[in-house]
């Protein structure tokens, strides 16, 4: 079973095909997000090619939000472009259910709480480039 372990973690590591990115120069992205003042903490953002401008150069990308930051290295940032940027944070509702589905046990209830505006409807773009790497948040419920 560890030699399993270790061989999946080095095709990740490597990648399927062994074959190093050869395309379109990625930018990492930073930056901080907050919530009516507060860092979001265990949410996400992401970064997906904004339809209106929209190339073949373009890929989407994101990661967690983690004590208000986010930080997606160049090996996993997006090309030169324009973004819909989208996030989510979902939080406990102080309510529990029963997971019916597989172990029985009681689960936590979560509700996402950032505004549709600012994910499924989003307002928010990011114009990625040379010098353009770093986006902050600042969200608000109303």
Do not use: H
């Amino acid at each position: 079973m560890r030699t399993l372990v270790a061989i999946m973690l080095c095709a990740l590591t490597i990648g399927c095909g062994g074959k190093a990115y050869d395309g379109a120069k990625r930018f990492p992205l930073s930056g901080k997000v907050t919530f009516d003042g507060e860092p979001v903490d265990g949410g996400t953002i992401s970064f997906n090619p904004a339809t209106e401008n929209a190339t073949d150069k373009q890929r989407p990308s994101g990661g967690v939000i983690t004590a208000g930051e986010y930080s997606i290295p160049e090996g996993q940032g997006v090309n030169a472009g324009t973004y819909q940027v989208e996030i989510r944070w979902s939080r406990p509702t102080g309510k529990q259910f029963k997971d019916t589905q597989d172990t029985g046990e009681m689960i936590d209830e979560t509700k996402q709480v950032v505004p549709a505006k600012y994910n499924t409807v989003t307002e928010l773009r990011a114009e990625v480039g040379t010098g353009s790497t770093t986006f902050d948040y600042d969200l608000k419920s109303k």
